[in-house]
């Protein structure tokens, strides 16, 4: 069985770490006070007058079905292309930590809600949503974005097969190296789901042109390393390999295509944010 190692270029998707929250000043609108009238009167020979209502985008936080008041705390980038974002806020009664509040932004769907950690102490509700949702929350809140600029990170990863061609029934093992060819230790979260070890490590594959689809369980490999560190020193180098064979069938002869790529969520070195101008929300990102 021949396998064809086209190894896309993995990139780094730098997430911020749940303990960073840009912040402004809190504003002092509330949930009560954000609707505005627009009104004009048409003159047509007759005495009837036109109202007309414009009704300034809305956000509305529900604590067990019952409509509560919050401050809008902040509006972050969460990754590295500004795709995503979270919104943080707090009860106006300033409790936050162990409510049960839920943002509801209208049309625009959110990806999760709930709420962190910050700098170890305090606590913010947040919700987080998608780009396209920027313009409508930014306006319902009157918050200023921050997005992502860049961050002294430098991470080179490596994939590879050990060989070209591979026997029906024969293991195939994805190796991985990531080097730091930084100045400042990089450190990221550890990704897992329901308490075990997810992969940070993605793969498409092809046989013969046609995708073929993944196990319904898909095992990691012997050689998980991601999963027990989160650091990288300066020039220093970890390795990683996971087995192929366990994420796909490959029970049958072909020629197979596999594209790689990984996603860690860095969180040192922090990012460095710029604010967008009000001005700058009109035509959207």
């Known amino acids: 069985m021949d396998v064809n190692d086209w190894i896309g270029v993995a990139s780094v998707l730098a997430c911020l770490g749940v303990t960073s929250c840009v912040t402004q000043a809190p504003s002092a609108r509330t949930n009560a006070d954000e609707q505005a009238r627009e009104r004009s009167v048409a003159h047509d020979g007759s005495s009837d007058v036109e109202e007309r209502e414009a009704v300034t985008p809305r956000i509305v936080v529900t604590e067990n079905g019952r409509e509560i008041d919050v401050r809008w705390l902040a509006l972050t ?6 795709s995503e974002f979270v919104l943080c806020y707090e009860p106006a009664d300033g409790v936050s930590g162990g409510r049960d509040c839920f943002a509801d932004l209208g049309e625009f769907e959110t990806s999760s809600w709930g709420g ?11 919700v987080w949503l998608d780009a396209s949702a920027l313009s409508f929350v930014a306006d319902a809140t009157k918050l200023v974005p921050a997005l992502y600029v860049d961050r002294p990170v430098d991470l080179e990863a490596r994939c590879w097969l050990e060989k070209d061609t591979f026997q029906l029934g024969e293991g195939v093992r994805v190796n991985w190296s990531f080097t730091n ?10 990704s897992s789901a329901h308490g075990s070890f997810k992969s940070p490590c993605a793969y498409e594959l092809q046989r013969d042109g046609g995708e073929v689809a993944p196990r319904a369980f898909r095992g990691g490999g012997g050689g998980n390393r991601l999963s027990t560190e989160n650091e990288l020193a300066p020039g220093a ?6 087995r192929l064979d366990w994420k796909y069938p490959l029970d049958e002869s ?19 944010y710029e604010r967008l101008r009000l001005s700058d929300r009109a035509g959207g990102l």
Do not use: M
Not at 77 to 82: E, H, I, L, T
Not at 117 to 126: A, I, K, M, S
Not at 237 to 242: I, K, P, R
């Open 181 to 190: 060819r930084g100045n400042e230790i990089v450190r990221w979260k550890k």
């Open 254 to 272: 072909g020629v197979y295509a596999l594209r790689a790529s990984f996603s860690i969520a860095v969180v040192d070195p922090a990012p460095r």
């Open 237 to 242: 180098t970890l390795d990683h390999y996971e």
């Open 116 to 126: 962190h950690l910050v700098d170890g102490e305090g606590w913010h509700q947040c």
């Open 77 to 82: 980038a969460r990754d590295s292309r500004n």
